[in-house]
C-alpha cells in the first residue's frame, strides 16, 4: 500500500469516528450557548445509543430506532432541565448524576432483558444504516486522487454521515440567523435582559434542551445501529468528553466545532493506524499518547496558548426571577 | 410569599431533607429492580445482609469506606473554596503512581510502618500534581475548573495506561500491573478491628489505611472551621468578592485548596494499591472519584457527614456484590444506578422539596 491509500483509508476512519463526536458536540453547543452547562452528553449518548439498539432490534426498523434513541437523550435532557432550570440545582451535579443513571441503567436493564452480558441482541441488517454508495463512485474511482478520496471518504458512509454534516450549517443558521437562536445565544450572555424583554428563560432554556436532546439522540443512534449492529456495554467510552473537549476546542461556534471533531476524529484514527507501528528518527509511539492529545490540546487552549475561549457568561449559573 | 429566604432548623437541614431525598433516591432505584422483575425489599435485604452481616462483609465495607472517605473529603475541600473538583478519579489514579513508587523502592529495606508515612506523602504528592495544572488554570487563565478536571482524568488515565503497559509491568507478564510489594510496602490489615467485635475479618482488605482516613477526617475538618486559611477559604466558596475586598488572594486560596484538594483524592490510593492488591493495577480507582461527589454531597460537605454517606456507599457497594450473587437477574451495576440516583435526588435535586418542607414547617409550628 502507498502513502497514499493509507491516508485515504485513515481519512475515512477519521469520518466514521468522527460522526458521534460531531452530533454530540452540536447537541452540547445549543445548550451551553443557551447557558446550561452539560457534562451529562456521555451519558445522553450511552443511553440512546441503548434505546435505538434495542427498539431497532424488536422493529427491525432503523428509523424506528433512530427515534427511540432521540426520545431518550430527549428525556435525560429534560430531568437536566427539570433538575437545572426549575429546580436551580447545580448543573454539573445534574450532569453527573445522569451519567451515572444512564451508565448503570444501560447495563442493568441489557442484562435482564438480553442476558448478554451487557449487549443488546444483534440488530438484523434491516435494522440498521448501512452504507450509502454515491451515484457515480464505482466510476470515478480509477480517476487519480480525486476518485478514491471520492469512492472511499466521502461515498460510502451512512445516512447519519451526511445528516451530520448537514447539522453544521442548520445549527449555524439557528444559531445565528433565526430569532429563536438570537435569542438562546442571549439567554447564555444575560438572560436578565432576555427577561426584560418578556421573553421567559425557562421556556427558551428548555427548548434549547429538547434540541440538544435531539442531536444527541443520533449520536447514539449512530454508535449502535450505524458503527455497529448491536449496543455493547459503556459503548460511548468517553466519546461524550471528547465532544466536550472539541465544543470547548471550537469556542463554541458551530463551524469550528466541525473542524475540531475531525481533528479529533484523525487523531483517534491515525492513533488505531498507529498501533504497533514504527515511525523513522522517533521509533514507535506510544497510541495513549494519541488519546491523550484532544485533551492535551483543550487545556492548552485554555490556558490562553490558541487564542482565548470565552465561554457563554451566563453558563452554569441558574437564573433566578426578580421577585 | 417566597420560601427560598426561610430559615429552617439544622436537624432539618441536615437530617430530614438528606433522609427524604436518600428515600426518594432508593424509591427510583427500587423502581428499576421492580421493573426487571425482582422484589425490591428482597434485594435491599440481601444488600444489607451482605453488607453488614458477616465480619468479612463488614470487612469489604469499610474496606471501599476508607475510600470513599478520602475522595469524599477531597471533593469537600474544593467544594468550601466554591471549586467543583470532579477530577478526583485522576488524581487518586496518579496517587497510586506516588504509592507505588514509594513501596517498590523502599519495601526491600524497611518494616511497613517505616515506609507509611512516605507512601502518604508520596500519594498525597502525586495527587496534587495532577490538580496542579487546572488549578493553575482555574487561578491564573480563568478556565473552568470542572472541564480541566476532566481533561486531566483523561490525560492520567493514558499516562498511566502508557507506564503500567510500558515501564512498570513486570517483564514477561501478561497483566499490566507492577510487581506485588513485599510486607515492607504494604499496609497491615485490621483484623484486631474487627475481633475486637466478635466478627472475623476473613479475606477483606480493611487495612490501616482506613485509620489514616480517619484522621484525615479530623485534620479537614480542623482546616476548614479553625485556621486561617480554612476561613479564606469559606470565604471565598460564599463570596468571591467578599474575599477580594477582604484582601484575600484568590489565585492563592485556588491553588492551595486544589492542592489540598489533589493530595487527599492521591492518599486514596493507599487503601487499594498497598492495602488490598499490594501492586499497582491498570484503573485501580475503579469510579471511587467519582463516588466522592456523591459522599461530599451526601455527607453536607462536612467530614462526620462524610464518614456516615461513605459508610453509606460503602454498604452499597459491598452489599450490591453480593446482592448479584443472590439475584443473578440484578448485576452489580446497579449500584452505579443507585449512585447515580442519589447524586441526582441529594445533589441536583437538593432544593425540590424544600419549598413544600418549609411550608409543612411552618404549618406546624405555626409560623
Known sequence: MDYFDIFISILGSAIRLSIPLLFTALAGLFSERAGIFDIGLEGKMLASAFASACVAYYTGNAWAGLGAGILTAILFSMVHGFASITNRGNQIVSGVALNFVAAGLTIVLGQAWFNQGGRTGQVPASGRFSGITLPGADMMRDVPIIGPLYANVISGNNILTYIAFLMVPISWWVLYRTRFGLRLRAVGENPGAVDTAGISVTWLRYRALIVTGFLAGFAGTYLAIAQSAAFINNMSAGKGYIALAALIFAKWKPVPVMFACLLFGFLDAFANFMQGKELPLIGEVPVQIFQALPYILTCVLLAGFIGIAHPPKAGGVPYTKER | ?367
Open chain 2, 1 to 367: 410569599m417566597s420560601t427560598a429566604s426561610v430559615p429552617l432548623p439544622a436537624w432539618i437541614n441536615y437530617g430530614v431533607i438528606p433522609l427524604i431525598n436518600l428515600i426518594l433516591a432508593f424509591f427510583f432505584s427500587g423502581l428499576v429492580v421492580w421493573l426487571i422483575g425482582e422484589n425490591p425489599f428482597e434485594a435491599l435485604k440481601y444488600l444489607v445482609i451482605g453488607a453488614l452481616g458477616r465480619g468479612e462483609g463488614i470487612g469489604f465495607t469499610l474496606f471501599y469506606t476508607t475510600s470513599f472517605i478520602f475522595t469524599g473529603l477531597s471533593v469537600a475541600v474544593a467544594i468550601h473554596a466554591g471549586l467543583f473538583n470532579i477530577g478526583s478519579e485522576g488524581q487518586a489514579y496518579l496517587g497510586g503512581l506516588g504509592a507505588a513508587l514509594v513501596a517498590l523502592s523502599l519495601d526491600h529495606y524497611v518494616p511497613w510502618y517505616v515506609t507509611m508515612p512516605f507512601a502518604v506523602i508520596g500519594a498525597a504528592l502525586f495527587g496534587a500534581a495532577c490538580a496542579a495544572i487546572p488549578a493553575w488554570l482555574q487561578a491564573y487563565r480563568g478556565s473552568h475548573i470542572v472541564i480541566t478536571t476532566i481533561m486531566f482524568n483523561f490525560i492520567v488515565s493514558s499516562l498511566m495506561n502508557y507506564l503500567l503497559v510500558r515501564v512498570l509491568i513486570v517483564p514477561k507478564a501478561m497483566a499490566p500491573e507492577s510487581r506485588t510489594f513485599l510486607e515492607g510496602g504494604q499496609m497491615p490489615k485490621l483484623d484486631w478491628l474487627i475481633s475486637m467485635f466478635g466478627g472475623k475479618l476473613g479475606a477483606a482488605p480493611l487495612n490501616f489505611s482506613f485509620l489514616i482516613a480517619l484522621v484525615m477526617c479530623y485534620l479537614v475538618w480542623l482546616l476548614i472551621w479553625r485556621t486561617k486559611l480554612g476561613y479564606e477559604m469559606r470565604t471565598l466558596g460564599h463570596s468571591p468578592t467578599a474575599a477580594g475586598y477582604a484582601g484575600m488572594s484568590y489565585k492563592k486560596i485556588v491553588m492551595i485548596t486544589m492542592l489540598i484538594s489533589g493530595g487527599l483524592a492521591g492518599m486514596m490510593a493507599l487503601n487499594p494499591v498497598m492495602g488490598a492488591s499490594a501492586r499497582l493495577q491498570i484503573e485501580f480507582v475503579g469510579g471511587a472519584g467519582f463516588v466522592g461527589i456523591a459522599v461530599s454531597l451526601m455527607g453536607r460537605n462536612h467530614p462526620a457527614g462524610i464518614v456516615l454517606s461513605a459508610l453509606l456507599f460503602g454498604i452499597l457497594y459491598q452489599g450490591g456484590a453480593e446482592l448479584s450473587f443472590d439475584m443473578p437477574a440484578i448485576t452489580r451495576d446497579m449500584i452505579v444506578v443507585i449512585q447515580g440516583m442519589v447524586i441526582l435526588f441529594a445533589g441536583a435535586l437538593e432544593y425540590m422539596l424544600r419549598p413544600a418542607i418549609v411550608r409543612a414547617y411552618q404549618q406546624i409550628t405555626g409560623k
